[in-house]
C-alpha cells in the first residue's frame, strides 16, 4: 500500500521546520516555505524520489536561501533593530534540546549572529552545527563543490566566533538569575536589579514601527536601570511576566488583559546579564501566541 503524500511528509516536517527556522529567523516564514516544500513533494514523482528527507531538506534549503535574499533588504529598511521571532521551546517544537550546543544553536543571540553571514554561508553553518550534515552531504544540497563548502564553513565559523563569547549558565542557574530579575523588576528593586545586569549590559528592544520602543539599543547598566524604573512605574501594575523557555534559554513573557505584550530572552556573560533582547512586534508574536495557547 502506498503511503498518501500528506502522511509521508509529516513525519518530516518537525525537522524541516527546524531546518527552516534557523535558516530564516522567523517562525511564519518558515511555515510557509515547509507549506511550499509539501506543494512541490506532493506534486512530484515520488518513484524518483529515493530518500525523501534527504529531498525534502534540499527544497527547504533553497526555498530559505531565496527567501533570504529578499529578507536582507527587508531588514536593512526595519524600523528600529531587528530581532528573530521568539518560539518558545519547551514542547519540543524545535527539536530535542538536551545539550549546551543545541540550546545556543537556536538562541536569539545565535540567529541574530547568523545575520553577518551570507545566505550560502548560513545553510553551511545551519546544515553542519545544527544537523551534523558532512560536508559532501552539503555539497549535494547546494550544488556547490565540497572544497567550496569546507571554506564557507570555516569562513562562518570565524565571523561568529570573533563575536562576543555566548557562553550560559545551566539551565537551573539561569531560571534562578530570571526569576531574580522578575522579582526585582516587579517590586522596583533597582538595586536588585544593578547587582544582576553587567555594566555594560545592552537592551535590544524590537517594535518594528508598530509598538513604541527604543529605535536604538540602550547601553550600559545606568541607562538599562532608569528605563526599566520607567517602565515599572508606568506599567508594573497592568503588566503580568511568567516565565517560559525561549529559544532555548529561560526568559519571560508578559502580558496585559490577555493579550502578549513581548517576549524576553537574556543572554549572560560570568553570570550577570550582559543582553537583553524583548521583542514586541505584535507580528513576530503570533507564533509563540499559538503555542502558549492564548487568544
Not at 546544515?127 to 551534523?132: H, P, Q, T, V
Request: hydrophobic letters at 40%; charged letters at 25%.
Amino acid at each position: 500500500m502506498t503511503t498518501a503524500p500528506a502522511d509521508e511528509f509529516e513525519a518530516h516536517r518537525p525537522r524541516l521546520f527546524g531546518l527552516a527556522y534557523r535558516m530564516l529567523g522567523s517562525a511564519h516564514e518558515a511555515e510557509d516555505t515547509v507549506q511550499d516544500a509539501y506543494l512541490r513533494f506532493s506534486g512530484a514523482d515520488r518513484t524518483q524520489i529515493e530518500q525523501p528527507g534527504a529531498w525534502l531538506a534540499k527544497v527547504v534549503t533553497n526555498l530559505c536561501l531565496s527567501r533570504l535574499t529578499s529578507a536582507r533588504a527587508r531588514r536593512e529598511s526595519y524600523v528600529g533593530p531587528w530581532l528573530p521571532e521568539p518560539v518558545v521551546t519547551s514542547d519540543g517544537t524545535l527539536g530535542p534540546l538536551e545539550s549546551a550546543e543545541q540550546r545556543e544553536a537556536v538562541s536569539l543571540a545565535l540567529l541574530v549572529l547568523l545575520e553577518r553571514l551570507t545566505p550560502t554561508e548560513r545553510a553551511v553553518y545551519v546544515l553542519r552545527e545544527a544537523f551534523g550534515y558532512g560536508h559532501r552531504e552539503i555539497a549535494e544540497v547546494l550544488e556547490l563543490g565540497e572544497a567550496n563548502c569546507r571554506q564557507l564553513y570555516r569562513r562562518a565559523v570565524q565571523r561568529i566566533e570573533s563575536a562576543e563569547s555566548r557562553f550560559a549558565p545551566p539551565p537551573e542557574r539561569q531560571r534562578e538569575l530570571v526569576a531574580s530579575f522578575l522579582s526585582a523588576a516587579r517590586e522596583g528593586d533597582l538595586a536588585g536589579l544593578e547587582k544582576l545586569l553587567a555594566e555594560d549590559v545592552v537592551w535590544w528592544s524590537d517594535g518594528g514601527g508598530k509598538v513604541s520602543t527604543a529605535l536604538r539599543p540602550l547601553m550600559g547598566r545606568e541607562k538599562v536601570l532608569r528605563f526599566l524604573a520607567g517602565v515599572t512605574q508606568k506599567y508594573g501594575a497592568a503588566w503580568e511576566m511568567t516565565g517560559a523557555e525561549i529559544n532555548g534559554t529561560s526568559g519571560l513573557v508578559v502580558w496585559a488583559d490577555g493579550t502578549l505584550l513581548g517576549v524576553i530572552e537574556f543572554e549572560y556573560r560570568d553570570e550577570r546579564i550582559a543582553h537583553v533582547r524583548i521583542v514586541m512586534n505584535p507580528e513576530k508574536l503570533d507564533f509563540a501566541r499559538r503555542q502558549l495557547g492564548r487568544p
